[in-house]
């Protein structure tokens, strides 16, 4: 596939999760317990829960739990690397060696501990992932530092900056046309990619601990759902001696993390080299 399908797919995704977001109703429907854990003919279109509420409500609130916090989160990382590729390429070995030195510290931190620790420290009336999610992408950035660097390196670094000056190039053109339009891009598009599913996985398994503990979210605020939520009602339907017949919630659930692992791919293909 080529770079434009990639793009297509990509651009696809991001829409269907901010569309999502920006659609998500502030509360869940009445309850119909008539309609407890109805299928998608009796509910379009994907079904209810054990109280007779739309799935997809489930689906629009998750999103919009996750989208903000992991494209910032994304972000972060990227400039993060690019910031890594731009110094190796300035050539000053103190400044790149202190940065190298913090990046060590900050990656041998234990990133969980470290975003559980931050979970617990936010007030319960404010519970939001972004905090987390910064915290997270703080911690990924020394590797995307440390990875846009080697390929700065490989580039021939500061060498390669003095080649294109030779040539009668301008600075502007050089660092973000040449070193990072390039060169960095496929290496820190990637990392912002992977950071953003990071961070979705990371709400997932945050709401979905504090589900089977039966306490509040870390991630959201009572009023909404997560798509932990989807998967905590679904996964009770592989256990034929429950007789739980909320498949349709499971499928959706793993449908939503499918398309957030085909928006990371896309990403990633999008951005690769020629």
Known sequence: MNRRT???LALGCLGLLFSGAWMAPEHLSAMD??????????VWPFGADVKG????EYALQGAEVVALPAITAGLVV???GVFGGLLRCVGTESVDATIQGLGEVMGALPRMVVVLVV??????????LMPMALAWAVLAAPGAMDEAASVAERLGGSRFV???RAHGYSATRIYLVHVVGFNLRPVVVRQGAETLMQVVFLEIALSYLALMEGRPSFTHPDSSRSWADL???GYKSLFPSLRYDSEHALWLGLSLLGLVGLMTVSIGRMARAR
């Open 53 to 56: 509420r739309p799935l997809r």
């Open 231 to 233: 998967l905590q009602l």
């Open 33 to 42: 317990l008539r309609l407890s854990l109805a299928g998608p003919d009796l």
């Open 119 to 128: 979970a617990l420290v936010i007030p319960r009336d404010s519970r939001s």
């Open 78 to 80: 990227a400039l993060a």
């Open 162 to 164: 003095e080649a294109l």
């Open 6 to 8: 990639w793009l297509i």
